[in-house]
């Protein structure tokens, strides 16, 4: 019998399915491993109310049963806390709990605590966190990468099995990336969005940061779905099945050609070639595609995504729940509340996307924007029509210090680079570990994530190929003193 | 000095009557205590998604078809950015650059849009003023945020206050029948701000327009208008400029205030609103709306006019009051052959009138005067049995206590006296009882009969027949 | 390329209150990320169709069915400044 906290998500639920172990010790020795937590990974962890729910019978028979789960703080929990990481939120207790979280309960996966992340969601370092940033487990002196630092940090760290968190820009990918574990995007629909804290209303989406591939479709297998509650869900036709598939055979990955390689770091590259003969030595095609608009993705995302947040955001203003600095007249109390409340990156982001939509502004931001999406989504399309997937390193970077571009906001969004043109196309991808590398200018040997990204609802097909990948490549270091 | 022309167009807002709002599940009400119907969603608490109500747009639908308006095939929601209190999400779901429905017209007032949208949350101020203005404290009561609105924009085709009410009311006849809302101007179910500029008259360009708020009855309406036209006009002939702003229409005083405080510089930043799925009413939704339509008052005048030859007057202001209308088709079926236009005549000019004078603030519907009734006796003139004398007191017992004109007739005598020699004595009595009367007819001045006739009709209560007592008149003096 | 005065006047559209060195900072951290934006401007997309929505789904709506609302003393909990069942906030100023 192994150490349980060594088990994969899926491997711990065929043990407790087949009795091997029980429920009960399995949580117990996540919630012993969560109150570990040195990383700032959790802003919060659950207790009581779990146990019930992991030894209660009414839940019926599933992979998922007993295996407790980190969630992002952006994910409403009822009476519970959920902060979005924001000083605004930070005595919130929602009175209802996320459809995504609530399909999770059902299955019998207990909420193990909630994830630190970026406020709000902006960022992609986990420093603009209201609750302090997360560390890199590793090097904690390094940022473990963002919006979902908390979730990748805990996953990597062994402080969860598995997490969930969500991704507009690359705030799944990115962290994965940086933190050495599997994390996936799916296509815009496919989980609903319901009770996830509205960050940019066309481009979130909540998926899995899991050990490895197979997690993540198991874990996705119960987090998609249509759902009544939101309009724009449609989940995934036919479901996720379990990725089984062996080499690669006839499949054909596209390198873009319109995607600049010199921001890139010289570790992450060579990784990036490695991985791309792993793939000719499993069968797969590689050629270049030409995605010439992808490379203004940066630009059109922060000019959507902040626009969209401005408006998100006008919620929180002091009237209804949440933080509010009295004043006596009613101009003075919202800017005072809400000065008082955001920080630096999201106040930014507001300021950026009020801009943008303001009149004079809007047809050559706003509007110019909504067309380059057009423009990198028929990229894509064309791209598709030649290729299964198009592949990416995740990130230019592998994680870097910690303050090293805290203060300057465009060298931080650059990070997107790799990530951004997929949600803003609304398909899926998936970063996995390729190996490690040094940062430019050396140091510790530090994650590279791989992306790879295909047409709309191809999640079954990014995760076989990703699973054969994963195999072949058989990534299996763990940060000094994990597992 | 310049003659001055106003010119005005209406945005209306109208609640729909559906059992939940417009993107949640919470149940409409009215004068309920405050915030017993909300819910996570209509309070914009974090990570809520809003979800149409399919019933709403139908109802927009059905509205749409009655102005006649096209329908586009697939129009989306905006947000509509601006922070206050009552709007929860801080920024209103609606319509922008692409409406639900546009054209269309209604009388003689072509409509601009029409689109839908969701309704704020009440503000009561309880600060030491009642007014917008001042410091203090107000309360926020949600239970109307979320309610679904139909907004409708006409084209400024209005010229007059008095115009504005008649078509306002016409609007507001034609959305009740369709049954998808009650329109209740007291109660804010309808809502009608005016914006009214000024121009001297035959010119084309249109001069600054001003917004007006907060009438919220036809009287007011009419009032505010008036007042706005008066207040632009007295402006202008004093060689000033009008300026653009929105005014509070204050009931109590009648006047017009300025609603400017920083709370109302905007700039609403519309975008569209990425929570929602674009609207493309099929075929048949728009055929179930078309089909959904009853007889509206424009199509009912046309009836009147076309099939039943009333005049024009008659027949709008039957078509224009719904009960008096329908009381009018009833009283119409039940005297079978009876003519249209006398049948009009009766409804609306004695028997509204009798009803009027009775002091009684009732239309015939609502008198005891049944539609049969009234038929009956209008055939029982025209057969003879009653003169139309005598049906005026039967009518004025009708309206006093209802029942069977036949029986009344019987009861009080009233019958038509039938046999002329009775008719001849009358007659003959009353001629000499009025002899420069009588010299002057003959002499053949035809004025002075009135007397005579007079005189008889004082003696049979009105029970004779006027065309017999001229004939008998006529021979008795041999002209 | 974005001056204070622009900064000042969305910050007032964003009803946030920034201090005179947030100003600052923000005029040029806005004008450093807009320059990089600005280039989209220089595309030709005249002839593009603006995408606002990625999945193509119409018509999705809700049978006019009530669901209960929830009681007021739980939706009351969470507000900073309730008073008789309703949330209170101070009123709007008059013209400065
Ligand atoms: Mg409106
Ligand atoms: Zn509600």
Redesign the interface.
Same mark, same amino acid.
């Given at each position: 019998m192994p150490d349980l906290l060594d088990l994969t998500a899926g491997q711990a639920g065929k043990a407790i399915e087949s009795k091997e172990i029980s429920p009960q010790e399995y949580l117990h020795a996540w919630q012993e491993a969560a109150s570990k937590d040195d990383l700032n990974a959790y802003l919060w962890t659950e207790t009581t109310s779990n146990e019930q729910r992991a030894t209660s019978n009414e839940i019926p028979a599933s992979p998922l049963r007993g295996i407790p789960i980190a969630v992002k703080d952006l994910f409403c929990t009822e009476g519970t806390p959920t902060t979005a990481g924001s000083r605004i939120l930070e005595?919130?207790?929602p009175?209802y709990t996320a459809t995504a979280v609530r399909k999770l309960i059902e299955a019998g996966t207990p909420v193990l605590g909630k994830t630190n992340m970026d406020e709000f969601a902006m960022g992609s370092s986990n420093e603009n966190s209201a609750f302090g940033p997360v560390l890199n487990p590793w090097d904690r002196e390094r940022v473990p990468g963002g919006s979902s630092g908390g979730s990748a940090a805990a996953v990597a760290g062994g402080l969860a099995p598995w997490a969930i968190g969500t991704d507009t820009g690359g705030s799944i990918r990115q962290p994965a990336s940086l933190c050495g574990i599997v994390g996936m995007k799916p296509t815009?629909?496919a989980v609903s969005r319901y009770g996830m804290i509205a960050f940019a209303s066309?481009l979130d989406q909540c998926g899995p940061l899991t050990r490895d591939v197979s997690d993540a479709a198991l874990l996705l297998a119960t987090l998609q779905g249509r759902d009544?509650c939101d $309009?724009?869900s449609?989940g995934i036709d036919g479901g996720i099945k379990l990725p089984d598939r062996e080499g690669l055979k006839g499949l054909r990955f596209a390198v873009p050609s319109g995607l600049a390689m010199d921001g890139v770091e010289a570790g992450v590259k060579s990784t990036f070639a490695a991985t791309l003969k792993t793939i000719e030595e499993l069968g797969g095609e590689v050629g270049e595609a030409a995605l010439p608009?992808a490379d203004?993705g940066?630009?059109?995302y +922060?000019?959507i995504a902040p626009a969209e947040a $401005?408006a998100n955001l006008?919620r929180y203003?002091?009237?209804?729940?949440?933080?509010?600095v009295?004043?006596?007249?009613?101009?003075?109390?919202?800017?005072?509340t809400?000065?008082a409340g955001?920080g630096a990156e999201v106040?930014?982001r507001?300021?950026?996307g009020? +801009?943008a939509l303001?009149s004079g502004y809007y047809e %050559?931001?706003y509007?110019? %924007?909504?067309?380059?999406?057009?423009?990198i989504?028929e990229d894509f399309a064309k791209a598709f029509a030649e290729f299964d997937f198009v592949v990416t390193p995740t990130s230019p970077s592998v994680a870097f210090k910690l303050g090293e571009k805290t203060d300057d906001?465009?060298a931080m +969004?650059l990070n997107d680079y790799f990530t951004v043109p997929m949600p803003l196309?609304?398909i899926p991808a998936i970063s996995i570990p390729a190996g490690l590398a040094e940062p430019d200018g050396g140091g510790p040997q530090l994650p590279v994530g791989f992306q790879i990204a295909g047409p709309?609802f191809s999640e079954n097909a990014i995760l076989d190929a990703a699973f054969a990948l994963e195999q072949a490549i058989g990534f299996d270091a763990r940060p000094q003193g994990v597992g | 000095m310049a003659e001055y022309e106003a010119v005005i167009g209406l945005e209306i807002h109208v609640h729909l009557q559906?059992?939940?709002k417009m993107f949640?599940?919470?149940?409409l009400s009215f004068g309920d205590?405050?915030?017993?119907?909300?819910?996570?969603v209509c309070?914009a608490h974090p990570g809520v998604l809003p979800?149409?109500?399919?019933?709403?747009?139908r109802y927009a639908l059905m509205i749409a078809a009655a102005l006649g308006c096209e329908v586009a095939p697939?129009s989306?929601f905006h947000r509509k950015n601006y922070?206050?209190?009552d709007n929860p999400k801080a920024y209103q779901i609606s319509q922008y650059d692409i409406p639900l429905a546009t054209g269309g017209r209604l009388g003689e007032v072509r409509i601009h849009r029409v689109h839908l949208e969701e309704d704020a949350a009440k503000m009561?101020?309880v600060?030491e003023s009642g007014r917008?203005?001042?410091?203090?404290?107000?309360?926020?009561?949600?239970n109307r945020a979320g309610t679904p609105l139909v907004e409708i924009v006409t084209e400024p085709d209005l010229r007059s206050a008095s115009e504005v009410r008649a078509w306002a009311q016409l609007m507001q006849t034609t959305v009740r029948q369709l049954g998808v809302s009650d329109v209740q101007m007291e109660e804010g179910s309808l809502r009608v701000d005016g914006n009214v500029s000024l121009r001297p008259a035959g010119r084309e360009e249109l001069g600054i327009k001003t917004e007006l708020k907060n009438m919220n009855s036809f009287k007011f309406l009419e009032r505010g208008i008036e007042a706005e036209i008066e207040r632009q006009r007295v402006l202008l002939e004093a060689g000033e400029a009008v300026t653009q702003e929105t005014l509070h229409f204050d009931p109590g005083s009648g006047s017009l205030t300025p609603l400017? $405080?920083?709370?109302y510089e905007h700039?609403y930043?519309y975008?569209?609103e990425?929570d929602?799925?674009?609207?493309?009413?099929?075929k048949e939704m728009i055929r179930e709306a078309q089909e959904a339509l009853p007889e509206l008052p424009s199509e009912k005048a046309e009836r009147y006019r076309e099939k039943l030859g009333l005049p024009a007057g008659v027949a709008t202001l039957l078509a224009s009051d719904i009960e008096t209308g329908d009381y009018f088709d009833r009283a119409l079926e039940a005297g079978d052959g009876a003519d249209p236009t006398v049948v009009a005549n009766w409804v609306t000019g004695e028997l509204a009138g009798a009803l009027r004078q009775s002091g009684e603030e009732m239309g015939p519907a609502e008198s005891k005067v049944q539609p049969e009734s009234l038929a009956k006796l209008i055939g029982m003139v025209g057969s003879k049995q009653v003169s139309h004398g005598g049906a005026k007191q039967v009518l004025a017992v009708l309206i006093a206590e209802g029942g069977d004109p036949a029986e009344i007739v019987e009861r009080e005598g009233l019958g038509q006296i039938a046999d002329s020699s009775e008719l001849e004595g009358v007659v003959e009595a009353a001629i000499e009882a009025e002899p420069e009367a009588a010299e002057q007819v003959r002499e053949g001045n035809q004025k002075a009969i009135g007397r005579i006739v007079g005189a008889v009709m004082k003696e049979t209560k009105g029970r004779a027949d006027g065309g017999e007592v001229q004939r008998l008149i006529h021979d008795k003096l041999g002209v | 390329m974005?001056d204070r005065d622009?900064?000042l006047?969305?910050?007032r559209?964003?009803?946030? %209150?920034?201090t005179e060195d947030?100003v600052e900072t923000?005029a040029r951290?806005?004008s450093?990320?807009?320059e990089?934006?600005?280039?989209?401007?220089e595309?030709d997309?005249d002839q593009?169709?603006?995408?606002?929505?990625?999945?193509d789904?119409?018509?999705?709506?809700?049978?006019?069915?009530?669901?209960?609302?929830?009681p007021?003393e739980?939706?009351?909990d969470?507000?900073?400044?309730p008073?008789?069942?309703?949330?209170?906030?101070?009123?709007?100023?008059?013209? %400065?």
């Open positions: 005595s919130y207790r009175p815009y629909g066309s009544p $309009s724009t449609v608009h203004h940066i630009s059109a +922060y000019v $401005s006008a203003d002091g009237v209804r729940y949440g933080l509010r009295p004043a006596d007249e009613l101009l003075g109390m919202y800017e005072g809400r000065a955001f106040k930014r507001i300021m950026l009020t +801009y303001s %050559a931001y509007g110019q %924007a909504l067309k380059v999406r057009t423009k989504a906001p465009l +969004y196309a609304g709309a | 559906t059992r939940t949640c599940g919470c149940e205590e405050p915030n017993v119907h909300t819910c996570p309070l979800v149409p109500n399919e019933k709403a747009i697939r989306i922070f206050y209190p009561i101020h600060g917008i203005h001042g410091s203090g404290a107000s309360l926020v009561d949600f400017r $405080s920083k709370e700039d930043r975008f569209p990425p929602l799925v674009p609207l493309a009413p099929t | 974005i622009q900064v006047h969305v910050a559209l964003a009803r946030l %209150a920034l947030e923000m951290e806005l450093g990320i807009l990089h934006v600005d280039r989209i401007s595309l997309l593009v169709e603006p995408t606002d929505h990625v999945v789904l119409e018509n999705v709506l809700r049978p006019d069915e009530p669901r209960p609302s929830w007021r739980q939706i009351l969470p507000a900073p400044d008073a008789d069942g309703a949330f209170r906030v101070p009123s709007p100023q008059a013209e %400065a």
